[in-house]
C-alpha cells in the first residue's frame, strides 16, 4: 500500500487564515511571508517604514539625518521581527593641508591669511574670505 503524507495547507497569521501558496504581508508593511504547507516562510524580508518612510532589505545599512541604520531580524515564537537598529557613525576623514592634519569640520587659514576654510570630511573647502591688504 502506498503511503500519504498530509499536510495542513492553510495558514494563521495575526488571526486570519491563509491558504497554501498565499503571499502574507508581514504586519510592518514591508516583508511578506508565503503559505507553504502550513508554515510562514518568508519571500521577502524588510525592515518597516518607521526611519525614513522606506523599506530596507534585511541586512542592508542606510542613512537618515546623518544617523546610520542596520536593518536586522531575529526570531520571536518561530516567526521574524524586522527592526531598523541605530550603528556608530563612522569618524569622517579629516584633511591634510602642507603637511598639517585638520579634523573634519575644523576652519583654518593658510599662511597668506586671506581666505578661512574649513575641512569636509576630507575636503577642502574655501568657507569665507577673510579681510587682505
Not at 52 to 60: A, L, P
Not at 81 to 89: F, H
Not at 101 to 122: E, P
Amino acid at each position: 500500500p502506498a503511503s500519504c503524507i498530509i499536510y495542513a495547507q492553510s495558514c494563521v497569521y495575526l488571526g486570519k487564515t491563509y491558504s497554501h501558496l498565499e503571499t502574507i504581508p508581514h504586519e510592518n508593511g514591508c516583508a511578506k511571508f508565503q503559505c507553504q504547507k502550513g508554515s510562514l516562510v518568508a519571500v521577502y524580508e524588510a525592515c518597516p517604514r518607521n526611519i525614513d518612510g522606506e523599506c530596507h532589505f534585511v541586512g542592508s545599512q542606510f542613512y537618515h539625518r546623518y544617523n546610520l541604520y542596520n536593518c536586522t531580524t531575529r526570531n520571536i515564537s518561530n516567526l521574524p521581527v524586522y527592526s531598523n537598529e541605530p550603528l556608530p557613525n563612522p569618524t569622517p576623514p579629516g584633511c591634510t593641508v602642507n603637511g598639517t592634519q585638520y579634523d573634519s569640520g575644523k576652519r583654518f587659514q593658510l599662511s597668506d591669511g586671506c581666505l578661512q576654510y574649513q575641512c569636509q570630511s576630507g575636503t577642502v573647502a574655501v568657507t569665507s574670505p577673510a579681510a587682505c591688504d
